[in-house]
């Protein structure tokens, strides 16, 4: 098994460089509503996507490992995928010993800190945050001005990005920060100053969207004006898709479509658009992929600049696991493969190729598959999600 697949990662040959660190979650950002991953809509996240456009790095194929912003943070900040009903934090297994980005850069003098304008306690985002090595939670009793209060889940995008530029200012650097954006989640309320001033669209969801895509604006405007600005490394990504009017954000595979955004000020080998096939646990590998980090450490992700890197993108829903690798999208059910697609170009999955004798290479990327089922749940049981020098004798 671990000749096919092994989540202990490993960069030789590199430099760390501490550069400061910036995730960005934000709330129901599926790749339906930007024009630039779907020209069939006007869109409503213009400034996301003129960043794409001229100063980042953004993923054709990138994919959320989960539905639930629950299942968000494991996969983002730990690369862990979803691969069980219940979700790691509430789990059985969420006292198991674990180290995420935050335990790994922590341990590299990074001050590390994750915001969030919810009240504290939703979700478990503060609990995870603490068992996955983050020094600091922010939550909705810290910010200052209570005047901002939507009335339903938390603070408003625009003050309170505005917020977190100023504390991250007051931050010792190199700091890693998360930040988890909520006006763009049902009931999708925004501030009664900007009613009227965003294309309201087709879906309940779409004006709160451009809200939200305006504050990140907002965020990099005032983000420009500090000293850690330059030296900072920022991802983007959305928690998990939400409604949707088109067919394909509705399919197995699209309904995980999220954006991933790599970006860098001054950085120019972070542009453009990549081919890559991208998930939430690539990110984490990634990140210390950027910064040069040499140690061994637990994903099962990879970095998207280590050239020899297995592609795939995993997801599971009850008994059901869909797995895209190579030039296919599996869907396998009670332990036995039942559907095959060709990807990409099979996007609305209309040509079941199981009809047909499996090929060689596809019975790889079911053996990969099983690989990965198998080490995700043989090391939740035997609690051993983390890097250790005697890994590979248990």
Not at 75 to 88: E, V
Not at 90 to 103: F, P
Request: net charge neutral; glycine share 6%; hydrophobic share 35%.
């Amino acid at each position: 098994m671990l000749n096919i697949f092994s989540p202990i990662k490993q960069y030789y040959n590199t430099t760390f460089t501490k550069k400061n660190v910036v995730i960005l979650i934000l709330e129901s950002f599926g790749k339906e509503y930007s024009h630039l991953n779907n020209p069939n809509t006007a869109g409503f996240t213009p400034f996301l996507d003129s960043l794409c456009r001229t100063q980042a790095l953004y993923f054709r194929y990138s994919y959320a490992n989960g539905k639930r912003s629950i299942l968000a943070l494991p996969s983002i900040l730990g690369s862990s995928p979803a691969l069980m009903d219940r979700a790691y934090i509430s789990s059985a297994y969420s006292a198991n010993k674990i180290e995420g980005l935050a335990a790994i850069l922590r341990k590299e003098a990074y001050y590390t800190s994750f915001m969030h304008g919810g009240a504290n306690g939703t979700m478990y985002f503060d609990k995870y945050c603490y068992m996955s090595g983050f020094e600091k939670y922010y939550g909705k009793d810290e910010y200052p001005n209570k005047k901002d209060y939507d009335g339903n889940w938390g603070i408003y995008d625009e003050p309170y990005l505005q917020y977190c530029v100023d504390m991250m200012s007051q931050f010792k650097q190199p700091f890693f920060n998360t930040i988890f954006t909520l006006s763009s989640h049902h009931p999708y309320s925004i501030p009664e100053k900007f009613k009227g001033k965003f294309p309201k669209g087709k879906l309940e969801i779409h004006e709160s969207i451009a809200y939200s895509d305006f504050a990140l604006q907002e965020f990099f405007e005032e983000a420009k004006k500090t000293d850690w600005y330059k030296n900072t490394l920022f991802i983007l990504t959305a928690d998990h898709t939400s409604i949707s009017s088109d067919y394909y954000y509705q399919t197995p595979q699209g309904s995980y479509a999220v954006p991933i955004v790599f970006f860098s000020p001054g950085d120019s080998l972070l542009k453009g658009e990549s081919l890559q096939l991208v998930q939430h646990i690539d990110i984490m590998p990634s990140v210390l992929g950027y910064l040069g980090y040499n140690k061994s450490f637990y994903a099962f992700g990879n970095s998207i600049f280590n050239s020899t890197r297995k592609e795939f993108v995993i997801n599971q829903v009850s008994e059901r696991y869909f797995l895209t690798h190579d030039d296919k999208y599996i869907i396998s059910f009670q332990d036995s493969v039942r559907n095959i697609y060709d990807f990409p170009t099979d996007s609305l999955l209309r040509n079941n190729l199981l009809r047909k004798k499996i090929s060689k290479a596809d019975k790889a990327s079911e053996y990969l598959l099983n690989a990965i089922i198998q080490t995700y749940n043989n090391d939740l049981i035997n609690n051993r999600t983390y890097s250790s020098s005697d890994y590979y004798k248990k």
